[in-house]
């Protein structure tokens, strides 16, 4: 089963994959409107406010641990040299 | 390619040496020095520094390993939940196939590496990921009532959590402390959370 190069996310249905397209490597959570992926400060700002949104977390603490989730994905390995 | 024999023998130790470490941090907790990882495993003390020069590297390869396996399992279990009285059903599952280790991590997470927050963090934003929707969609029906979601979340979690870290008030010896609790926390919890008058506060 693929999971999302951007989150992380299992991909199992096809409604998880972005625009409905299997052939994508990146979750619909991690595309823009138009369908392209987000970029790094798009998805790390969407990560950490989704973080103080569900999980109550202090911002900067929201933020330091979207960037610790996103060092692990291939979609940002450039980012962390 | 064709593996070697020596590579496979190479990966089976470093797969023993994983799993070993799994059942005797869940029995022992993280401060267990690695000498007993390795009379557990039946290596040398030395065969484990071939694989994992530190401790923690091998703590961190462990804890990420855990995260990735624990928010995959939560991530299909939680997916099919159409509402908060299942969904909180997956998760107690899941908690209680993973319980000792579990509870050791969210016992002793601040004196581990960082690795071990972003191992937390992972595994509960993943079960977050599903407890907003699911909750959002109840508040709007009317069902639950109206409360901000990260209250909704922690209240859940923090019960949980308070039954797992003092497993030695609230369990015999080995028993599950989720198997024992968990429906008793879980219908609690609804009572708490559910707009049972159906009145849209």
Known sequence: MKTCIACGMP????????GNDPGKDYCVHCARPDGEMQSFEEKRENLASFIVRTQGFNENAARKIAEDMMRKLPAWKDYFC | MRVSTRQVQKQNTRK???ETAYSVISNK???????VIAEE???SHGS???HFPTMNDLLNN???DFGDKMGARLHMLAKKS????NLLKEHLKVLEEYEAFYSRLISEKNRLPDEAKTTFAVIQSTLALHFSNVIEREISKGTVRKLPTHMLFNTWLGLVHYYLMNKDFFSDGNESVIKNYGPELLSFYLKMIKNERGVYE
């Open chain 2, 62 to 64: 462990l804890l990420s």
């Open chain 2, 16 to 18: 023993k040496i994983m």
């Open chain 2, 29 to 35: 907790g993280f401060s267990v020095p690695s000498s």
């Open chain 2, 82 to 85: 159409d509402s908060v009285d």
């Open chain 2, 48 to 50: 484990i520094f071939a």
């Open chain 2, 41 to 43: 495993a039946g290596i």
């Open chain 1, 11 to 18: 991909m199992e249905d096809i409604s998880d994959f972005a």
